[in-house]
């Protein structure tokens, strides 16, 4: 089994700036994709930011130039670095990671943590 667990949410003023972090634990080999999704009240989960084993990001429109994801592969981490926060990207941030338990099985399983509130007040 492999947990998630997000750190770093809070309430901040709309321009200010947070930093999630989101560490994995457990029965670990390695881990592909990691990534960030917010979920607002009323609407779907939608994909904020990702990043490989290798290091290549992708962002969602919203938050490109403001966000910038990144990991450490030797903590099994992802880090959202978020600035110029709007109250938009108020929403409750979820960290998933796609994760092989076994070296010697090249079966992946998605996981998801338990999530974090961001709210930013205008």
């Known amino acids: 089994q492999v947990q998630l667990v997000e750190s770093g949410g809070g309430l901040v003023q709309a321009g200010g700036s947070l930093r999630l972090s989101c560490a994995a634990s457990?029965?670990?080999?390695?881990?592909?994709?990691m990534g960030w999704y917010r979920q607002a009240p009323g609407k779907q989960r939608e994909l904020v930011a990702g990043?490989?084993?290798?290091?290549?990001?992708n962002y969602a429109d919203p938050v490109k130039g403001r966000s910038t994801i990144s990991r450490d592969n030797a903590k099994n981490t992802v880090y959202l670095q978020m600035n110029s926060l709007k109250p938009e990207d108020t929403a409750v941030y979820y960290c998933?990671?796609?994760?092989?338990?076994?070296?010697?099985?090249?079966?992946?399983?998605?996981?998801w943590g338990q999530g974090t509130q961001v709210t930013v007040s205008s």
């Open positions: 990043i490989t084993s290798g290091g290549s990001t």
């Open positions: 998933n990671a796609e994760v092989m338990s076994y070296s010697w099985s090249a079966r992946r399983d998605e996981y």
């Open positions: 457990g029965r670990i080999s390695s881990i592909n994709t």
